[in-house]
């Protein structure tokens, strides 16, 4: 069964997914991480493909994107690093990548390699609906992989209801306007947003993301949806200070789990 | 129907609206806008007599007589130079201000890379009494003074763009960010016809002024509303699309678009899409564009900041793939060239991205009783340093 599935059949709440930059602060960091956080309280792996114009993300992420590409990572090379990741780690992993990289590996080929080495779901920020379900959608399904895609508080009932329909993991729910690691302060507007998507009782499980960095917007997420992703937050410290890598994984984690 | 847009928002296999889902409704909410204007006379009615009060339309034809005698066929130059701002820019941005003011949006994005399309937007903008806020690559910046004043002494706020190559890729990549951050009170102009759908189409609509004016203005000179050949600058692609739009259907006129290649096509410094790129994504719209093997957006390099772009429009991935329009390109030194024989023959100083399109007269051969028109499509007082500067050497 797909990891996913498995994981919100038994947790419903609370779910912590992290998002990073593959091959970042160096090359051969992915799997380091990806050990750290099997060891930790992390339910979902999340695995960012770098790309030279990440168009939804902010200064964080643009940047590891950019160190990321320059010490040689690319799609090919993550998919070596995760040959044996089944070896490392059980926990339900999803690639998020821009089309454009994915588009010239061949979509049909990077799903049945993704599926390859254990990767359990897709986030491609910028795939339309359309063009998924016209296109790409026979690739994901032969292969079992999920398809994640985005929402925001102003999406449309109608639109959501469409989404849900063709939605195969989690949907990502962006708490309010703005591209990735902002500091968003949870008020009245962001509440209510959350709210409103939970009373739509969609079918897909709903992961909030965008703007949570810290223990506080990660639990009021989770009062309203199934959990949260954080990202920006989590590169940010993983050069934190004077400490290792691990250490600051787990330090990190523990601060939001706290 | 060949060359125009289907109901997915693409021009053959290209275009679409590849974007996050949270600029959907942004881009849903302008194409109804779009729609509906399209269509209001009240609105065309307004927007004419801008057009033509306040831009100077219809911009004149001029028969180049010794540039024409020089090569030896006639010559008919396009004037968007002599627009209110001194480009065709003002075209594209003076329809979308009332789509911002029909949505009500209160605060106006763009993204410039030789300052043009900047100027345009601040300018339309202080016309309506809107917030105007630019992006600008730090290179460009530097490159084009001229513009960055004129923005701000219209009123715009001109914002630096630091990441990338810092010219006007990267000033989209931020006009985009902004965009995906304000999307309620916000409309952004984009200055080329590039971008998801619908601003191919948008852009496409209001630029395909100068074709029209072309085809009546030709038939009043010679008796003949069809050229022999067009000539046009691409970078984004949008004076090109303008003055081809009109003749599309028409088979026998022949149509040259010349990219920026820079130091040359194979010297890794060239802005020619066309040669270097293939199909991928970028700024939310399947077309051509240039890539390394990873699927990674690499760096373009042309002299002149407007055509310094990886990517092109759709359309004209489209009208390439059809091989509806030659696309030709013309290295630095062929523009710098081209653009001292026009100030020496015609007493015309060109922007530098005009002086590419320029630069096919050499390569074309054309016969005594041709009738060529090229697009001018901008004026060079932002170009007089580089201009001086080459002219030492």
Known sequence: MNRIKELFNNKRRDILTIYFTAGFPTLNSTIEIIKELDNSEVDMIEIGIPFSDPMADGVIIQESNQAALKNGISIERLFLQLKDIRDVTHKPMVLMGYFNPIMQYGAEKFCSVARKCGVDGIIIPDLPLREYQAIYRPFFEANDLAICFLITPETTEERLRKIDEVNTGFIYLVTSPGVTGRQVQFGHAQTEALRKVQLLHLKNPVLAGFGISNNEGYKIVCKYVNGGIIGSGFISALNNGKQSISENIHQFIKSIKS | ?393
């Open chain 2, 1 to 393: 129907m060949k060359y125009e847009i289907d109901e997915f928002g693409y021009y053959g296999e290209f275009g679409g609206a590849y974007i996050p889902e949270l600029l959907y409704n942004n881009l849903h909410q302008l194409k109804a806008a779009y729609k509906e204007i399209a269509t209001d006379e009240t609105f065309i009615g307004t927007l004419n007599e801008l057009l033509t009060d306040y831009v100077g339309r219809p911009s004149p034809l001029y028969y180049a007589k010794r540039l024409s005698e020089h090569y030896q066929t006639n010559i008919y130059l396009k004037r968007e130079d002599l627009n209110h701002t001194g480009a065709h820019k003002i075209n594209n941005t003076i329809g979308q201000i009332f789509l911002a003011q029909r949505m009500r949006k209160k605060r106006i994005i763009a993204e410039t890379g030789a300052g043009q399309h900047g100027v345009a937007t601040a300018t339309v903008c202080a016309l309506m009494g809107l917030e105007c806020i630019v992006y600008m690559g730090a290179t460009d910046i530097e490159r084009q003074q001229p513009n960055v004043d004129r923005m701000q002494l219209l009123g715009a706020r001109v914002v630096p763009v630091h990441s990338g190559s810092q010219t006007l890729k990267d000033a989209t990549n931020e006009a985009i960010r902004d965009w995906i951050a304000h999307p309620d009170d916000t409309h952004y102009i984009i200055g080329s016809v590039v971008g998801p759908d619908p601003y191919p189409e948008i852009v496409t609509h209001f630029q395909s002024i100068i074709g029209k004016e072309i085809a009546i203005q030709l038939a009043e000179k010679t008796g003949n509303k069809n050229p022999t050949a067009i000539i046009a600058c691409v970078g984004g692609g949008s004076n090109a699309i303008g003055a081809f739009h009109h003749f599309l259907s028409d088979e026998k006129v022949a149509l040259y678009a010349v990219e920026g290649s820079g130091e040359g096509i194979y010297s890794g410094r060239t802005a020619a899409t066309m040669v270097q790129g293939k199909p991928g994504i970028i700024h939310g719209s399947k077309t051509y564009l240039m890539q390394d093997g990873d699927g990674q957006i690499t760096e373009p390099y042309c002299i002149s900041a407007g055509l310094d772009y990886p990517g092109i429009g759709p359309l004209h991935a489209h009208l390439f793939r059809e091989k509806r329009v030659h696309y030709m390109h013309a290295t630095d030194d062929d523009a710098l060239t081209a653009a001292y024989q026009l100030m020496k023959f015609e007493g015309i100083i060109p922007a530098l991205e005009s002086a590419h399109a320029f630069a096919a007269l050499k390569k074309i051969k054309f016969l005594q009783t041709d009738t060529v028109v090229i697009n001018l499509s901008g004026r060079g007082d932002k170009d007089l340093t580089t201009y001086v500067n080459n002219k030492q050497q």
